[in-house]
């Protein structure tokens, strides 16, 4: 059991906050509390509270501004008609965020403590978490060195924080998103931390999704590291291709080779697709073979999924040499059938019968 202290925010009124959830936007307003849990080499994990959310003090010479041991997870509570608040497969984001921090030499912390963090934070604010359609709670979980020095090394000092943040559809469902394959820079290399969700991975993608944009692009595609060819991940997201159409579908999802991040809706839209009968399997895909599969018309559909966009169609491919449409350019078929029966188990409309789901609240 862990003894966890409570210090209450004079917080928003509940009118305030009714206007807040009823159009939240995506990750600009933050709720009234953060939970917050101390690590040093000495005391080990200690002072675990749930505070009023506020700005703090940050030394110039903290280790992480500077060497970037700092990792993060991204999950969502949604409320569900009962007025309960569940949260998705949170064991899954446990698990990775110690195997983020080990591979950053950071402390793990147990499961129980990002559980427990978790949980009193939203049974706190949960007049935040909002009701109805796309909408939900964003929890932010993360750890950062937060001991004072220059010298190159682990850190023996630590803060754990969750913040939240009510949100809406991250992007627009309705529409297809643009990707740019990026040739000149990769996201992550063999024996790297590509498989790690640490901030120093998206610092290091930004130029490339800078790049996107100047195309007219959404977001980007990577490519593997040694050979520019394999087809990674796009953006803050895994990709999903669709072969052929109907009940025939086939679902392909590339393979988990050490240099992609291991999505919990990727883990479970493995699932979910073999649920819905659709043949799903992990593999390899080459850029060629996708600019080939689409042309053919073999490959009919591709989406990308993660927590933040749920499941994001992708209508068009760019690169230096192609511009390539999907099918007529819009979400297909599947795409959307998959996003609906995810969105249904997460929002306790659709049986669980996985036991995916959480209760926060
Ligand atoms: C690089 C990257 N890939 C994939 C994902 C999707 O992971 P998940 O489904 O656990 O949100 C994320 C988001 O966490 C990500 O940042």
Redesign the pocket.
Known sequence: MIEMKHVKASGRSAAEISKIVADPGFGKVFTDHMAKAKYSVELGWHDVAIEPYAPFQVDPAMLSLHYGQSIFE?MKAYRWADGSINTFRPL??AA?FQRSAHRLAMPEPTEELFIEMVKQLVATDKAYVPAGGDKSLYIRPFMFASEVGLGVRPANEYLFLVIASPVGAYFDPAKAVSVWVSTEFV?ASPGGTGEA?CAG??AASLIAQAQAKEQGCDQVIWLDAIERKWIE?M????LFFVLGSGDDAQLLTPELTGT???????DSLIQLGTDLGYDTHEGRISIDELYEGIQSGRITEVFA????AVISPIGQIKSESRNVQIADGLPGAVTMRMRQALLDIQTGVAQDVHNWMYRLA
Not at 235 to 238: L, P, S
Not at 260 to 266: A, D, H, I, S
């Open positions: 991204g899954m984001n990775r996201r969700k991975n998206y991940e953006g803050g997201m895994n992609l991040l291991p999505g919990v809706t990727r999924c993660g927590t933040a």
